[in-house]
């Protein structure tokens, strides 16, 4: 999960912009000739985000984002690898990574063993 | 697969096949290749116009002619007469001209489980070019795109090929112990599945279980071979009674028995039983033989809980690992009493490692439960419940939190 802060971002000059957008063009590439890459999207930007709440059956819409801060979840990638630390160093690697913070967590899945 | 053709004939096929064309042409990759695109043709050709006298032989031909014409489209002219001329004295195979002996899957085996690749790769190469399945089965199967797993396979092939693996490797026990493995993760991976939606992975389980008994065939005199075997079939006789209706886990304990497969119980105690006095000890055979006592008594408590702790001391001393020491904990405490099997883990809590892993909170929480410690339990069953990455293990790690403290 991809976490950064957008008004931050913006004010970022723009070689320095470019600079992390060749740096995730160029992992993008890397992981999906790996056979590693599964999925991944941008969100667009937290102020466009509606937040849905049902309380006692009646549905509330607000505009705006559930979690008020400045760092806001960007998008996501989901990776395929053979172990943890494999994720933890693509996420070492990702530029927002430099800046505000990626967060790296397992895939809930529907199989399990019996105990 | 073709309609009408039996999918365990195109199958079987695909090793031979392509041990045959790898023989002809070296060139594992594209031979690779040549043999899922001479499987393609046949599921439109065989319906139409039937099987072939010699499936296996019409196969090589496609496969042959595949391979020749993608030399000529893609070599330059200089290159191309020079590759065709070096592939003269070869003939293209005739439909009723016979392949390799079954050697050649064994050789494929060790090619496909290469040291050089990591283990999901190693993993969808046997299983396409050894089990027969195509890219988007084992993508489907791994639950990851066709995409992703075309380009593992394909780069897995890039690497041996730049490993510079040879076809004709010696069976050495170390390679024989990666192919081993990689046909116990395929197993584990169509095992772990839960039915419903996800029944299409309890095919992995079968092909495991088919590629397990190929190697046992071909090496019958390896107590390993046989070990994994009789393993994945005393492990998969339990299917029917691990998941209720609902699709949750039943433990061990609490499984209806009369539902275990008695026939595949039959055959992996046999298995086990006959590699333990004739062959060298190891990990799977040690592994089957407790699924056997297991798989012996008619009830939880009737178990002989002593024979499973010592072999599982057994197997702490081949094969040291924590999840080993565990399972062994599990066991002391049937035999000896929870206080002893907690002593156990103490120092795996030191080490810290496991100690991240909702497995050695569930152990915990079980041990914790059995020496009347509701309350610790309670603590280690949510901290195992937050841990696991599994669905139906949530549910069940919670439901037993809740049933102590209710």
Request: charged share 25%; aromatic share 4%.
């Amino acid at each position: 999960m991809i976490y950064n802060n957008a008004a931050a971002l913006d004010e970022l000059p723009d070689a320095e912009l470019e600079t992390i957008m060749d740096e995730v063009d160029a992992l993008m590439e890397e992981l999906q000739a790996s056979g590693e890459l599964v999925g991944g999207q941008a969100l667009a930007d937290a102020a466009t985000a509606r937040t849905v709440r049902v309380r006692g059956g009646v549905p509330a819409v607000t505009d705006g984002p559930f979690a008020e801060s400045k760092e806001q979840l960007a998008g996501y990638l989901i990776v395929d690898c053979e172990t943890e630390e494999r994720a933890v160093e693509i996420a070492t690697r990702w530029p927002d990574a430099r800046y505000w913070a990626m967060e790296v967590r397992p895939i809930m899945h529907t199989s399990g063993t019996e105990m | 697969m073709p309609e009408g053709v039996p999918e365990e004939v195109l199958r079987a096929a695909v090793p031979k096949v392509l041990g045959a064309l790898v023989r002809r042409f070296g060139q594992f990759d594209e031979a690779e290749d040549a043999v899922q695109e001479a499987l393609l043709a046949a599921s439109v050709q065989w319906p139409r116009e039937g099987m072939p006298d010699h499936p296996e032989g019409w196969l090589v031909t496609v496969a042959s002619r595949r391979m020749i014409d993608r030399f000529r489209a893609e070599s330059a002219r200089q290159r191309r007469e020079e590759a065709l001329a070096a592939m003269e004295p070869v003939a293209v195979p005739g439909a009723d001209e016979g392949v390799g002996g079954g050697d050649d899957t064994l050789a494929l085996l060790f090619l496909c489980c290469h040291p050089a690749l990591s283990e999901p790769s190693q993993v969808a190469l046997t299983l396409r070019a050894v089990g027969g399945l195509s890219t988007a089965e084992i993508a489907g199967a791994f639950l990851v795109p066709e995409a992703t797993m075309a380009q593992r396979i394909s780069r897995a092939k890039q690497k041996i090929k730049d490993a510079g693996a040879r076809f004709d490797q010696p069976v050495t026990s170390e390679r024989l112990g990666v192919v081993l493995h990689v046909l116990y993760l395929v197993f584990n991976e169509g095992y772990t599945a839960s039915g419903g939606p996800e029944l299409q992975r309890a095919d992995l389980t079968a092909e495991a279980l088919r590629l397990a008994r190929t190697v046992r065939a071909l090496l019958p005199d390896d107590g390993e071979a046989a070990g994994l075997l009789a393993l994945m079939l005393l492990t998969d006789a339990r299917r029917a009674a691990r998941t209720d209706a609902e699709g949750a886990l039943v433990p061990l304990a609490e499984q209806d028995r009369s539902r275990w497969d008695a026939a595949m119980i039959a055959e992996g105690v046999e298995l086990v039983s006959s590699a333990l006095t004739s062959a060298e000890l190891g990990p799977y055979q040690l592994q089957a033989a407790i699924a056997a006592v297991h798989a012996e008594a008619p009830g939880a408590a009737e178990t002989d809980w002593p024979q499973i702790a010592a072999l599982y001391a057994l197997l702490e001393r081949l094969a040291p690992n924590p999840v080993v020491t565990l399972n062994r904990a599990v066991a002391v405490a049937m035999a000896e009493g929870p206080r002893s099997a907690l002593e156990l883990l103490e120092p795996l809590e030191a080490d810290g490692r496991i100690t991240r892993h909702h497995r050695w909170w569930a152990v915990r929480a079980h041990l914790l439960e059995l020496a009347g410690d509701t309350v610790a339990a309670g603590e280690a069953y949510r901290e195992a419940a937050r841990r696991t990455t599994s669905l139906p293990e949530r549910r069940y790690l919670t439901g037993r939190a809740a049933g102590i403290s209710g």
